[in-house]
T-cell receptor, first 109, second 114 residues
Framework: KNEVEQSPQNLTAQEGEFITINCSYS?????LHWLQQHPGGGIVSLFM???GKKKHGRLIATINIQEKHSSLHITASHPRDSAVYICAVSGAGSYQLTFGKGTKLSVIP | ETGVTQTPRHLVMGMTNKKSLKCEQHLGHNAMYWYKQSAKKPLELMFV???????ENNSVPSRFSPECPNSSHLFLHLHTLQPEDSALYLCASSSTGQSRETQYFGPGTRLLVL
């Protein structure tokens, strides 16, 4: 079974700061997902990646398959970025996602 | 209609009650999922349906009973629950259920079992 670890568990940043959230996993995967969960519970999928780097607006996700590690970066952070960010991985041929415990981000004005 | 809807959004029930959670997706997807999110724990997959057939059942107690009458609707029937079943229950859908697909989540049902 894949073990997914996220760090840090909690992160407080000043508005405008560059933020990095890390995710590591123990077993080879077919894809890694970054999700955002706002207070109230709704979850939005931010990225799905299996190699390299993806960018969407101020968000950048990278993955290093050899090191079994991914990072989510937020540039010019804003209070509306405050949420829990969740990393999840999927194995080849499996319906199942294995989730990390999440990183709670608070961006203060 | 927004992509994935869930009703009710909040539910309080006693241990002897029977209730059902409903999920509906308007995305034309063929796979639907039930997840449980307990406080301080990662999301846990409960069930997966692909083309209305259950393809994954993650050792979920029988007091949770899923039903998928068609590819747009998914139910979770609840009976004789325990207080430790209190959690946020999330429904999701994806195109075919393959591991490299984006899943689209509903807003969740927050369940409290007294």
């Amino acid at each position: 079974k894949n073990e997914v670890e996220q760090s840090p568990q909690n992160l407080t940043a000043q508005e405008g700061e560059f933020i990095t959230i890390n995710c590591s996993y123990s077993v080879g995967i077919s894809a890694l997902h970054w999700l955002q969960q706002h207070p109230g519970g709704g979850i939005v999928s931010l990225f799905m990646l299996s190699s390299g780097k993806k960018k969407h607006g101020r968000l950048i996700a990278t993955i290093n398959i050899q090191e079994k590690h991914s990072s989510l970066h937020i540039t010019a952070s804003h209070p509306r970025d405050s949420a829990v960010y969740i990393c999840a991985v999927s194995g080849a041929g499996s319906y199942q996602l294995t989730f990390g415990k999440g990183t709670k981000l608070s961006v203060i004005p | 209609e927004t992509g994935v809807t869930q009703t009710p959004r909040h539910l309080v029930m006693g241990m002897t009650n029977k209730k059902s959670l409903k999920c509906e997706q308007h995305l034309g997807h063929n796979a639907m999922y039930w997840y449980k999110q307990s406080a301080k724990k990662p999301l846990e997959l409960m069930f997966v349906y692909s083309l209305e057939e259950r393809v994954e059942n993650n050792s979920v107690p029988s007091r949770f009973s899923p039903e998928c009458p068609n590819s747009s609707h998914l139910f979770l029937h609840l009976h004789t629950l325990q207080p430790e079943d209190s959690a946020l229950y999330l429904c999701a859908s994806s195109s075919t259920g393959q591991s490299r697909e984006t899943q689209y989540f509903g807003p969740g049902t927050r369940l409290l079992v007294l």
